[in-house]
């Protein structure tokens, strides 16, 4: 039951925001759905911890570890965006972003934020359920759903670099899913040879992976290809992340942070559960070979953008292309370590990414701008509470202890030792260190310095508490994981292993 | 009337229809002209729906029909009127201004035609299924042409609206393919995807139709303001 009221609330919620029309109605749903779907999502983890996975509708919608993994942190990021999204509109209709020519009474505003309040809930609705569907053709038609539901939110501020972000990401996106969708039909077709049913549990993965040993391998081969450029495209991975520096940085900031925490998860999760038949069918070498290549690339190619990076808005998308590499090679470098280090690192990345999205946004809602070119540094002396936060946050997403994703990336790199893979961690410590390096430096001249002399900018408590709760939660991360939170982390690695 | 049950006569049909649904994605790539393009792509969706009601004929299956109704509504009817509706609504000129010149570009979409027959050639086991059962699997080479060509067609192309003209035919590629594969996906999916290309459709339409307003083009070689 508790699947289909995760589903069923924010799709209601959605066209519910739409009637409502005023907009304290329609911020007060939107925090609401989300704070149920959280409870929600503790309620299923809690539920697949103690008694095994949770499966309704004849196996329609199925949960174990791994789902109930990425639901838990959409729901966490969803919650986090919506109350940051109060303070951000606030601010942005004070300041009449919306107003055009020919609006006078305000009704652009209205518009945009009925847009903005309808399609997030649809939006998280369809990253539920990519993690919750059974069916891998389900799976395909929920990622692709993610796309069609945030094409407008890219859109959300009608200026033409905003079209062309959207643009880019609507057809770039397009491309790559269809192979995806290639890949999800030779799947299909495989599994027909084996199983030789019509019926839809043909293509459910909790069925596919019993006899996933047999399915045919050259098939299967290719299929596995086709799905990691397809999901890798959505998730971000080099050659294919092109369209996310763009829709990162035109894209409003609750929107940016739930396409860099909520839906790089999703397309991480579409690849895994392919990886492991894929693994069991072919035996683990062939994809960790292709996995590492590309999580290698990912993350060469995210440095030299950092090191040069003109704008905060799109450093944090190639940082956010560096870390769809680093989990992308934690899966290929495989082993108990390798696996355990990539959830872990999917976890604290969820958590990391959304604060430093907000202290941008803050930052550039202040400055009006997002260059840091015409940003003067001294930031720290104007917003005290978003300069340090933003500053904790680069060391904390750069991966220096004490923060957890230094944890994690250390466990990944035990991994790698561990598995023989020398070279490759040579490489990946290499990019670790100058994207830190780069990274620090751009968000140290901005935060730190003289005072330029600025007024407070840290009036709305929306934005600023949203800042400071989810830095304490980052802190305390760093030192404490509950745990429950960790089983479900094990868990999650556990189902990975068993292909392995 | 009993020629008409023989699956020999079936496998005929499907060959040929096969055989024109690529002719058409070939000529698409040689025409200049949008409108003419919109309407063989309709033309090319009625011949896959044909296709599918063929197979769906000789195996009594009842979802294939369904597949092959819904291909015909959304993918004959509804789709080419809502772009045919966008052209009319944006006011752009008429001709596609393709990057390559149509001879090499004809001779291109030949090639990836090899290229699909060979990547056809590993799944290709014709011996192991009885002669019903193997009804349209040699359509699937031509299938993944479509797709290659589909991708082609949208690297050639400048305009906004031809690029999605180039993803549609990638997707009846994709159809092609589980249609000859598998005789479809499982219904529940199937009915997702087409729900899927419907809302993509109009999500790029509206996002088309507000291209040609703010930069009074299409021409998608425009956008190139965000870099780094």
């Given amino acids: 039951m508790v699947l289909l009221w995760l589903l069923l609330i924010p799709l209601v919620a959605g066209p519910l925001a739409f009637f409502l029309r005023k907009r304290p109605a329609m911020e007060a749903t939107n925090v609401a759905t989300f704070a149920v779907v959280l409870a929600l999502a503790a309620a299923l983890v809690a539920q697949v911890l103690r008694s095994g996975p949770v499966s309704y509708w004849d196996g329609f919608l199925y949960a174990d570890a791994l789902s109930s993994l990425i639901v838990l942190l959409t729901a966490f990021v969803a919650l986090a965006c919506s109350i940051y999204a109060v303070g951000y509109f606030r601010h942005d209709e004070q300041n009449t972003v919306f107003v055009e020519a020919e609006d006078v009474l305000g009704e652009m505003a209205a518009y945009k934020l009925r847009k903005y309040y309808s399609l997030t809930p649809l939006f998280v609705f369809a990253m539920l359920l990519v993690a919750l569907a059974n069916n891998l053709g389900v799976l395909w038609v929920a990622i692709e759903g993610t796309t069609l539901a945030s094409v407008f939110l890219v859109t959300f501020y009608g200026r033409e670099t905003s079209l062309e972000a959207a643009w880019k990401y609507a057809i770039i996106g397009g491309v790559g899913l269809s192979m995806a969708l290639f890949g999800t039909i030779l799947t299909y077709y495989a599994a027909h040879q084996i199983m030789g049913t019509d019926t839809l549990a043909g ?60 839906v790089l998860n999703c397309a991480l999760y579409g690849l895994v559960r392919f990886y492991i038949l894929a693994s069991k069918s072919l035996g683990p070498q062939f994809a960790s070979q292709l996995l590492i290549v590309f999580g290698l690339l990912s993350m060469g190619v995210a440095v030299p953008f950092v090191l040069v990076q003109r704008s905060f808005r799109r450093l944090l998308a190639y940082s956010s292309i560096d870390h769809c590499g680093i989990m992308v090679l934690a899966l290929g470098f495989g082993g108990p370590l390798g696996v355990l280090g990539m959830f872990l690192h999917m976890t604290f990345h969820a958590i990391t990414k959304p604060l430093l ?34 500053l904790m946050g680069t060391l904390a997403v750069t991966g220096s202890p004490p923060f957890s994703l230094f944890q994690s990336e250390f466990t990944i790199l035990r991994g790698a030792f561990g598995g023989g893979y020398v070279f490759s961690s ?75 | 009337m009993s020629f008409v049950h023989d699956p020999q006569f079936g496998d005929r049909m499907i060959t040929l229809m096969a055989a024109l649904v690529l002719v058409l994605q070939i000529a698409m790539v040689g025409q200049r002209w949008l409108i003419t393009n919109i309407r063989m792509f309709a033309l090319q969706s009625f011949l896959l729906a044909a296709i599918a009601g063929t197979i769906a004929f000789f195996n009594h299956s009842n979802h294939i029909y369904i597949a092959a109704a819904l291909t015909f509504v959304v993918k004959t009817l509804v789709l080419p009127i809502l772009l045919e509706r966008i052209v009319a609504r944006v006011g752009i000129q008429q001709e596609i201004e393709p990057l390559i010149n149509v001879p090499l570009s004809v001779l291109i979409s030949g090639g990836l035609t090899l290229v699909g027959y060979i990547v056809a050639e590993s799944f290709y086991h014709p011996e192991e299924t009885s002669a019903s059962a193997a009804l349209g699997h040699n359509t699937l080479a031509i299938a993944i042409a479509l797709f290659l060509i589909g991708f082609f067609m949208m690297l050639n192309r400048r305009k906004a609206l031809t690029q999605v003209l180039g993803l549609l035919s990638m997707e009846n590629g994709l159809f092609l393919a589980a249609i000859s594969l598998t005789y479809g996906m499982p219904l529940v999916v199937e009915i997702g995807i087409f729900f899927d290309v419907l809302v993509a459709v109009m999500v790029l339409g509206i996002l088309v139709y507000r291209i040609g307003e703010t930069f009074d083009s299409m021409d998608v070689s425009k956008l190139r303001r965000l870099r780094g």
């Fill in chain 1, 203 to 262: 293509l459910n993965w909790s069925v596919l992976v019993v006899n996933a040993a047999q399915l045919d391998k050259p098939t299967m081969r290719l299929a596995f290809i086709l799905i990691l450029l397809g999901f890798g495209t959505k998730a971000g991975i080099a050659p294919m992340h092109t369209w996310k520096p763009d829709a990162y940085s035109e894209a409003p900031v609750p929107v940016a942070a739930m396409l860099a925490a909520g």
């Fill in chain 1, 357 to 390: 999205f907000f202290c941008a946004g803050n930052i550039q809602q202040h400055l009006n701008t997002d260059l840091f070119r015409k940003a003067k540094g001294g930031l720290i002396h104007s917003m005290p509470w978003s300069g340090a936060a933003f």
């Fill in chain 1, 426 to 500: 040579i490489l990946f410590v290499i990019f670790l260190v100058a994207i830190f390096s780069g990274f620090l430096v751009h968000i140290a001249n901005l935060v730190l310095g003289p005072d330029p002399g600025l007024h407070n900018g840290e009036t709305c408590r929306w934005k600023k508490y949203s800042v400071l709760s989810l830095a304490s939660v980052i802190i305390v991360m760093g030192f404490w994981i509950p745990a429950p939170l960790f089983r479900l982390i094990q868990g999650a690695a556990g189902i990975v292993m068993s292909a392995q």
